[in-house]
């Protein structure tokens, strides 16, 4: 069986970091690389053949018309929801069903009697992020939840911040974890420095910690962390610096002022995983271009 070409493959062959790759091949704006990187990056990807890997990591073992999609674990924010509603509407449109799970760790007899159902597909969320190579198994530096943070701090570096803090979720969250990693990697890959990471606390309090006086700007993971950091700083009575958060929620748009996000296409993302897990090919199902939503906050 041939090896499948990772991002980090066409990063080695063109002598680029892979958050270099991923702003080239998503044409990320606001990047001062030089057009011979950009083709020697896409010369490579060619050369190689690089695809990025697929979300839906089906297991293909029954014969019902059910598909249970395992989110436990995950934050409920809009990115899931819309993920979920795409998927389970193109499941719907060729005659399937679909079924959420949020069973978590200990609870062996619900998973039990999903497995009894028989299930076409089982699409296991949280374990997509406990893989080995879990950086880039989403789609990674190209589609996945790396190339959105990329676009997160490339507009963060367009506009002049070199000196950043990252809003993260509690420190035991793997997959937080990985994707405040992410921002580090992209942050690096622009010569930008993240100072400090500040988390959430267990009960969703806002972060205590006060920023350190260089940092200019926030990157929060998600709409929610990046309103907590908000809060926190309200509650002292200190000045905010430019927040970013991502996901474009509801929250964040009545917010006054109004948090400036990451809107990223997961509707046709999980109508992608729908098709990929029935076999279908993508046809048209190609996600909007990740953008920047431009409010107050940065």
Do not use: K
Request: no cysteine.
């Amino acid at each position: 069986m041939a090896t499948r070409v990772t991002l980090r493959d066409v990063a080695a062959r063109a002598g680029v970091s892979p958050a270099t790759v991923s702003f080239v091949l998503n044409a990320a704006p606001g990047q001062s690389i030089s057009a011979t990187t950009r083709d020697r990056v896409r010369q490579a990807a060619a050369e190689l053949g690089y695809v990025p890997h697929s979300l839906a990591r089906a297991l293909r073992e029954g014969n019902s018309r059910l598909v249970v999609v395992e989110a436990g674990g995950f934050l409920w924010a809009r990115l899931l929801e819309d993920f979920i509603r795409g998927l389970g509407e193109e499941l719907a449109s060729h005659g399937h069903t679909l079924l959420v799970s949020f069973t978590g760790p200990g609870e062996a007899g619900r998973r039990a009697a999903i497995e009894s159902l028989n299930p076409r597909a089982v699409i296991d969320l949280p374990a997509l992020y406990e893989r080995p190579d879990r950086a880039t198994a989403d789609g990674g530096w190209i589609d996945g939840m790396a190339a959105h943070y990329a676009t997160q701090i490339g507009y963060l570096h367009g506009r002049g911040h070199r000196r950043i803090a990252v809003a993260a979720g509690p420190p035991e969250d793997r997959q937080l974890a990985l994707m405040t990693e992410h921002i580090r990697s992209a942050a690096t890959a622009l010569d930008m420095e993240v100072v400090t990471v500040l988390a959430l606390g267990p009960d969703h309090e806002p972060p205590g910690a006060d920023l350190p006086p260089e940092v200019t700007a926030v990157a929060a993971l998600t709409d929610e962390l990046a309103l907590a950091v908000l809060a926190g700083l309200a509650d002292r009575g200190v000045p905010a610096p430019a927040v970013i958060g991502l996901g474009d929620s509801v929250a964040g748009a009545l917010r006054r002022p109004a948090l400036t996000t990451v809107r990223i296409d997961t509707h046709t993302y999980g109508r992608r995983a729908g098709r990929d897990v029935l076999g279908l090919p993508m046809g048209q199902t190609q996600p909007a271009v990740t953008e920047i939503v431009v409010r107050a906050t940065a």
